[in-house]
């Protein structure tokens, strides 16, 4: 993606430019680009007076924001206890083999990203899998492929 400095400009000053911004901000980034491009992360450094590092802390303590770009397809594994007893492992590890990318990443062709998340709130329905947004309940991992079939489906009716 390029990287538009006045963009991120634009962003940042649309908040109060005070340390209680920070969350918003981010916020506002990883809405726009689906994640926190490093370069903005320095400018709102520079804007707040907070410490990279302590924005970084932030960044990675919540599960809503990325520090990496995310793919055109996004798949989450819920491994809560509930979905983790009910064989959530067993499914993030097909997914991992079948994208070739490990939880918590995005694939080089920026095609996909895994990441497993604690909870999602729906534990009756698990092992449960979100991709793009869509729930599927009670999963295998057979249907692991069939997850990804429709994922690439989607993908060729938007061409
Ligand atoms: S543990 Fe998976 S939805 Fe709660």
Do not use: W
């Not at 209680?20 to 490093?38: A, D, K, M, R």
């Amino acid at each position: 993606m390029q990287i538009d400095q006045s963009e991120f400009e634009a962003i940042i000053q649309k908040h109060p430019q005070k340390k209680e911004s920070l969350i918003p901000i981010l916020q506002n980034f990883q809405g726009e680009y689906l994640y926190l491009p490093p370069v903005a992360l320095n400018m709102v450094s520079q804007a707040l007076d907070i410490p990279l590092i302590d924005i970084i802390s932030v960044a990675t303590f919540y599960n809503a924001f990325s520090l990496e770009p995310k793919g055109e397809h996004q798949v989450t594994v819920c491994m809560g206890t509930a979905c983790h007893v009910r064989g959530a492992p067993k499914i993030l590890a097909e997914f991992e083999k079948k994208l070739g990318i490990e939880a918590g990443h995005t694939r080089e062709d920026g095609k996909y990203s895994l990441d497993e998340v604690a909870c999602l709130g729906c534990c009756a329905i698990g092992p449960v899998v979100v991709a793009d947004g869509n729930y599927h309940a009670q999963t295998n991992i057979r249907n692991v492929d069939k997850i990804l079939k429709m994922l690439e489906k989607e993908e060729k009716k938007e061409q």
